[in-house]
């Protein structure tokens, strides 16, 4: 809940948080001030979500090019020749009816 009192310099808004007692006091000379504090606000504690979840993703990366590594170094050449290479496009699905095998 937001109340606005017009002090002569600017707007004094009253800021009540959920689970605090006490509420803040913030002077803003412009409110467009307070709406920009607001949004930066936001900006700043996505970027630090996604910046947890990029550092999450690279760690992922990481674990599974040691465990390819571990899984090519002990797989047979057969295993190996099957595989496609990197970069490759898998090989196209034919379409329709496949003809019988004879």
């Known amino acids: ?6 002090p002569r310099d600017g707007c004094l808004y009253e800021i009540r948080q959920k ?8 002077v803003v000379p ?7 504090s ?4 936001a900006v700043r504690e996505e970027v630090e979500v996604l910046k947890e979840r990029i550092a999450e993703l690279m760690e992922r990366i990481n674990q599974l090019e040691v465990e390819n590594s571990y899984l090519r170094a002990h797989a047979s050449q057969d295993t190996l020749a099957q595989l496609p ?8 699905q034919p379409q329709g009816p496949q003809p019988p095998v004879s």
Do not use: E, N, S, W
């Open 1 to 6: 809940m937001i109340d606005v009192i017009k």
């Open 85 to 92: 290479a990197a970069g490759a496009k898998p090989p196209p």
């Open 38 to 41: 607001h949004l930066m606000f």
């Open 30 to 36: 412009d409110t467009t001030d307070l709406v920009k």
């Open 19 to 26: 689970g605090q007692r006490d509420p803040c006091y913030v």
